[in-house]
C-alpha cells in the first residue's frame, strides 16, 4: 500500500479527489476534467487506490471509483488535532481584542 500523504503531494490527484468528493466516477468521465493522457488518469487513479484514498467498483464493464469516506474521515481527524487548538486560540484572541476595543 502506498503512503496517503505522498498520493496526495501531487495537485492532479488532490484534484480528482475533490472531483471525486461529489460523485463516482469512471476513468473516462475524470479524464475530460484534465489535459493529460487517458493513461496519466489511470496512473493517478492507480496511486491514489494503493494509498487507500479512493475505492474501486466494477458495474458491468466499468469502473467507478469514489473516495474512501474512512480515509477521508481519517485526514479531517489528523488535521482537526493539528490546528484545532490554534484556531480556536487564534478565535479567542481575536475575540478578546476586540472586547477590549470597545472598552477603550
Not at 493522457?37 to 466499468?62: C, M, P, Q, W, Y
Not at 474512512?70 to 487548538?85: D, V
Amino acid at each position: 500500500m502506498g503512503s496517503p500523504w505522498k498520493a496526495i503531494a501531487d495537485d492532479s490527484r488532490r484534484d480528482i479527489l475533490i472531483l471525486l468528493k461529489k460523485r463516482s466516477m469512471t476513468p473516462s468521465e475524470i479524464s475530460k476534467h484534465f489535459d493529460f493522457t487517458f493513461a496519466a488518469v489511470s496512473v493517478h487513479l492507480r496511486v491514489l487506490r494503493d494509498a487507500n484514498l479512493i475505492t474501486e467498483t466494477k458495474e458491468g464493464k466499468n469502473r467507478y471509483y469514489s473516495i474512501n469516506q474512512k480515509k477521508a474521515l481519517e485526514f479531517l481527524k489528523f488535521f482537526e488535532n493539528m490546528w484545532g487548538y490554534q484556531l480556536d486560540s487564534l478565535k479567542e484572541f481575536v475575540q478578546n481584542k476586540e472586547k477590549t476595543k470597545r472598552k477603550g
